[in-house]
């Protein structure tokens, strides 16, 4: 397996060509003397449940949101709403602009559930992830549809989930933990 930076030529410092290896996670300048590290990337992953009857909390009851992919990678499998957080911005409010973005849903409340490493390719790039997953609380789930990078919406009865239609790793991962741990 190649080095995580070894698309990466020049020091993002000074422009040097002498950026070299420097462990398995860096790349240090020989000229200026910067070090980078190549750490993972913050992700989001939401959990929106929502009850067939309110009064029951058996796990035939319950339905999840899941959407599905409209681009690469894995575009046209199954995943859950969420993506990439943004500079200066907390696990909670990413998770909660991302449901916003893809499916016209308000948050209103989020609990952290679990994270999970994942590796996810990116214009050709594999972009290495932390994916922190959220059980969320919205308001009126029924009005939601599919926008930005979800092609469509579905709610799918919990019993009637299979991982293996899940096109990212970490999200067939997380959807076995998820419903191995139910309730949460």
């Given at each position: 397996?190649?080095?995580?930076l070894h698309q990466f030529?020049?020091?993002?410092?000074?422009?040097?060509?002498?950026?070299?290896?420097?462990?398995?996670?860096?790349?240090?300048?020989?000229?200026?003397?910067?070090?980078?590290?190549?750490?993972?990337?913050?992700?989001?992953?939401?959990?929106?449940?929502?009850?067939?009857?309110?009064?029951?909390?058996?796990?035939?009851?319950?339905?999840?949101?899941?959407?599905?992919?409209?681009?690469?990678?894995?575009?046209?499998?199954?995943?859950?709403?969420?993506?990439?957080?943004?500079?200066?911005?907390?696990?909670?409010?990413?998770?909660?602009r991302e449901v916003k973005?893809?499916?016209?849903?308000?948050?209103?409340?989020?609990?952290?559930?679990?994270?999970?490493?994942?590796?996810?390719?990116?214009?050709g790039f594999l972009v290495?992830?932390?994916?922190?997953?959220?059980?969320?609380?919205?308001?009126?789930?029924?009005?939601?549809?599919?926008?930005?990078?979800?092609?469509?919406?579905?709610?799918?009865?919990?019993?009637?989930?299979?991982?293996?239609?899940?096109?990212?790793?970490?999200?067939?991962?997380?959807?076995?933990?998820?419903?191995?741990?139910?309730?949460?």
């Open positions: 397996m190649p080095h995580p030529h020049y020091c993002p410092k000074c422009g040097s060509q002498r950026f070299v290896e420097h462990n398995a996670k860096s790349k240090e300048c020989l000229d200026c003397g910067f070090v980078y590290y190549f750490n993972p990337s913050a992700a989001t992953v939401a959990f929106i449940l929502r009850a067939k009857d309110e009064g029951l909390k058996a796990k035939d009851n319950w339905e999840l949101l899941v959407t599905r992919r409209a681009k690469e990678p894995a575009r046209g499998t199954l995943d859950l709403p969420g993506g990439f957080c943004d500079m200066f911005e907390t696990g909670e409010e990413g998770v909660c973005e893809e499916t016209g849903l308000h948050v209103t409340s989020t609990q952290f559930v679990f994270s999970l490493p994942n590796t996810y390719l990116y214009s290495h992830t932390v994916d922190m997953f959220f059980l969320c609380q919205v308001r009126d789930s029924d009005i939601c549809h599919a926008m930005d990078d979800a092609a469509e919406l579905i709610w799918i009865p919990l019993q009637d989930l299979r991982p293996d239609d899940f096109g990212l790793d970490s999200i067939r991962l997380g959807i076995k933990k998820f419903l191995s741990n139910f309730p949460i």
